[in-house]
């Protein structure tokens, strides 16, 4: 008879503890506050729409787009005013998003946009000089562009313009 309430006692605890185990785990995400969710989903959105810092071995950190693509300056243009134009546009795609945060050792201040004079669009700029792309990066992490024709460079926060 103890035999049988002993094993009775132990089972009744180990269901118990099961079925809290269970309900703390359901409640995790589910019982999280609307506005906990919100303020998650504000981030990874902002994230998501962010410039990015990242780092390459032999040229050290550069800018990039959210999606991890290079951007680089030409040196032969002017604050406020692109040099790039027909196929050189074709290979140096300009920088257009105009929302988006920026990463750390960067000011916001710093972007602005022109209106370009051959296709009346608005390019991104950092400190007045217009932003691009290499359209031989192909994947995030490409630097394939930087010091091309010893005019074309990968922007960081050390970036000066002549």
Do not use: H
């Amino acid at each position: 008879m103890k035999k049988g309430i002993l094993t009775l006692a132990i089972l009744s605890i180990i269901f118990v503890l099961a079925a809290c185990g269970k309900s703390t785990e359901e409640k995790t995400g589910a019982d999280q506050p609307a506005q906990a969710q919100t303020e998650q989903t504000k981030s990874e959105q902002a994230s998501a729409d962010s410039l990015r810092l990242l780092e390459n071995e032999k040229i050290g950190k550069y800018l990039a787009d959210p999606q991890g693509r290079a951007l680089y300056y030409f040196k032969k243009d002017e604050a406020g005013k692109s040099s790039c134009s027909g196929e050189c546009l074709a290979s140096w795609p300009a920088f257009t998003q105009e929302d988006f945060a920026v990463p750390e050792g960067f000011d916001k201040k710093d972007f602005d946009t022109i209106t370009r004079e051959d296709n009346g669009e608005k390019q991104v700029t950092y400190k007045g000089f217009p932003l691009y792309y290499f359209a031989k990066d192909q994947q995030e992490g490409d630097v394939n562009g930087q010091g091309v024709k010893d005019v074309w460079f990968v922007v960081n926060s050390e970036t000066e313009f002549e």
